[in-house]
């Protein structure tokens, strides 16, 4: 999966059940953690949401099917009064065509809000090393796993 969260933390159809997650990880695969609203039942999602799905995922699939798949840029987003009334036309669009998600609102991002920085990565690593992650364990999670997966595709 390349952008997900999980289903045990917060039940919505965009996240994955321990069962898929478990399924992925059985063929080697891996799941990507998103930095989206879906993250959390209501609300605007953080940098704590994020660390919370890694974790459930490391837990139920290991540390060498989890990864991070923001579903969003690398550049960080000026929240000016344009940015705020195209995301408002962006969510009202998606309601209005009946395709929105739960947990889409107007005031809530579609990034985690404290990691909204051009360094967000490196963010998030400082962050898992200090919760007690080894460092192999980091590079896994941010990029050593779908690095993994993919030079074993390829090479297929």
């Known amino acids: 999966f390349t952008h997900s969260g999980c289903r045990a933390l917060v039940d919505v159809p965009r996240n994955r059940t321990d069962e898929e997650l478990r399924a992925v990880a059985d063929k080697g695969g891996v799941t990507g953690i998103y930095f989206m609203p879906f993250l959390r039942q209501s609300g605007q ?93 980091v590079e896994k999670i941010l990029g050593g796993n779908f690095t993994r997966l993919m030079r074993d595709v390829w090479k297929a």
């Open 45 to 137: 999602p953080m940098a704590a949401d994020v660390i919370r799905h890694i974790e459930h995922a490391v837990n139920v699939c290991g540390e060498d099917h989890v990864g991070v798949g923001t579903d969003g840029g690398i550049s960080s987003i000026e929240i000016d009064d344009a940015y705020r009334k195209m995301h408002r036309e962006f969510v009202e669009q998606r309601a209005k065509s009946g395709y929105a998600a739960p947990g889409e609102a107007i005031d809530v991002y579609n990034f985690a809000l404290d990691l909204n920085a051009p360094r967000r990565l490196e963010m998030l690593a400082d962050m898992l090393l200090q919760r007690g992650y080894s460092e192999v364990r």
